[in-house]
C-alpha cells in the first residue's frame, strides 16, 4: 500500500523559507513522478512543482519558479520543497502526490501539510 507522508509545514513570515519534506513508501519509485500540489481556501488545487524520480529532471508553475526547489533523496525515499521568499498568498494546504512518469494522473496522496504566510 503506498504511503506518502508529509511533514514541515507551519507559519512563517512574509519573505522567510520553509522545507517540507514527503516520505514516501509501499512501493519502488523509479518509474514515477512526484509532484507537490496545494489548494487554498475557496481555491481550486493547482500544480506546484514536480520532480522525475529516476533523473530529477523538475518542473515548477510559474508562480513559484525562482522561489521554490523540489529535490529527492533515493535512499531515504523523499522528496522535498524547498520554499524561500515565501508570499502570504503562497498560503495553502500541501499535498504530495505520485503518478507513473509515463500516465496522466496523479493517483496516490498524502494528507496534506498546512503552510501558512503572514504578511
Known amino acids: 500500500q503506498v504511503q506518502l507522508v508529509e511533514s514541515g509545514g507551519g507559519l512563517v513570515q512574509a519573505g522567510g523559507s520553509l522545507r517540507l519534506s514527503c516520505a514516501a513508501s509501499g512501493r519502488t519509485f523509479i518509474n514515477y513522478t512526484m509532484g507537490w500540489f496545494r489548494q487554498a481556501p475557496g481555491k481550486e488545487r493547482e500544480f506546484v512543482a514536480a520532480i522525475n524520480w529516476r533523473f530529477g529532471s523538475t518542473s515548477y508553475a510559474d508562480s513559484v519558479k525562482g522561489r521554490f526547489t523540489i529535490s529527492r533523496d533515493n535512499a531515504k525515499n523523499t522528496v522535498y520543497l524547498q520554499m524561500n521568499s515565501l508570499k502570504p498568498e503562497d498560503t495553502a494546504v500541501y499535498y504530495c502526490?505520485?503518478?507513473?512518469?509515463?500516465?496522466?494522473?496523479?493517483?496516490?496522496w498524502g494528507q496534506g501539510t498546512q503552510v501558512t504566510v503572514s504578511s
Open positions: 502526490a505520485s503518478r507513473l512518469t509515463v500516465g496522466d494522473e496523479y493517483d496516490s
